[in-house]
């Protein structure tokens, strides 16, 4: 049989797929583990656990705003995920508002947007180079495109 007239071959073989983002859920139980340390800590009466709750909630939000972007929506769980993102800001918005500071006061979400923006940006930094290590692997192909 002629290598060339081999259909599966040249589909399995030679075709290059475009570098796909990865919904991780390791890294979403890594942001919500620090955010139950704050928890935690508050529960004990601790310092710093509005730092790691902060920290906790900034890196769930941005990386799941980064994910629901290069995902186009498709990942339930992700999707999951911002919705619960989206009530955890409405609630801190509304404590400031009402609750006189209840999880946070303004400052506190002035700082959290500060974490959401320094993680968000590093998740797409991150995303951009691995696009780049992939690309450079298969120079070759210039037909390559991310999704």
Partial sequence: MDEKNDTLDDFF??????????????????WLSIFAI?????????PFYTIFKMIGSAGFMAYNLSAI???KAKNYLNNSFCILSIFWITYIVL?????GGK????????????????????NEIVYKV???VYKSKFKKDSSIDEI
Avoid: C
Wanted: hydrophobic share 60%.
């Fill in 13 to 30: 073989v030679s075709k290059q797929v475009a570098y796909q983002f990865h919904f991780s859920t390791n890294i979403i139980i890594i």
């Fill in 38 to 46: 704050g928890l935690i800590f508050e529960t004990i009466n601790w």
């Fill in 69 to 71: 972007i290069r995902l």
């Fill in 95 to 99: 404590g400031i508002m009402v609750d």
């Fill in 103 to 122: 999880p946070f006061s303004k400052f506190g979400l002035f700082f959290i947007g500060i974490f959401f923006v320094i993680i968000f940006i590093f």
């Fill in 130 to 132: 691995r696009l780049k």
